[in-house]
């Protein structure tokens, strides 16, 4: 999801360069949604693992 997150980025730099305005904003935002996903499931699997130890 990381991976997702990094590629929707690039995307949404090389729009805003060739001056894409929306199509940059709307890659940024899917990009950040994404980072948030992933960062509430690595904390979870963080927890779970440590509760299995």
């Known amino acids: 999801m990381l991976h997702y997150a990094v590629v929707f980025l690039v995307v949404a730099l090389i729009a805003a360069v060739l001056g894409f305005g929306g199509i940059a904003g709307a890659a940024a935002g ?10 509430v499931l690595f904390v979870i ?3 779970a693992g440590r509760r299995r130890v």
């Not at 899917?30 to 960062?39: D, E, G, Q, S």
């Open 45 to 47: 699997s963080l927890i």
């Open 30 to 39: 899917i990009a950040k949604i994404l980072f948030f996903v992933f960062l």
